[in-house]
């Protein structure tokens, strides 16, 4: 594998959207990224639910109904 050094790294040369797509970008992208947050927060929820709810079950503490 060749190795990147310092020089090659100085001279690459990056593309930037514009201040309108950049804004436009956002709009609609900061909609599925809160719809992340959200279900994130809802996994964990679940998780942690899961997590207490398993050993009762094992147990017998609990029962499943159906």
């Not at 797509?21 to 279900?39: G, P, R, T």
């Not at 094992?58 to 159906?66: A, D, H, Q, S």
């Given at each position: 594998?060749?190795?990147?050094?310092r020089?090659?790294?100085?001279?690459?040369?990056?593309?930037?959207?514009?201040?309108k797509?950049?804004?436009?970008?956002?709009?609609?992208?900061?909609?599925?990224?809160?719809?992340?947050?959200?279900?994130?927060?809802l996994?964990?929820?679940?998780?942690?639910?899961?997590?207490?709810?398993?050993?009762?079950?094992?147990?017998?503490?609990?029962?499943?109904?159906?």
């Amino acid at each position: 594998y060749k190795s990147v050094n310092r020089a090659e790294i100085e001279n690459i040369k990056f593309v930037y959207p514009t201040e309108k797509i950049a804004l436009e970008f956002e709009n609609i992208a900061s909609k599925y990224f809160d719809e992340m947050q959200k279900l994130t927060v809802l996994n964990q929820t679940l998780s942690q639910t899961r997590d207490l709810l398993i050993p009762q079950l094992v147990t017998g503490k609990r029962e499943l109904k159906k």
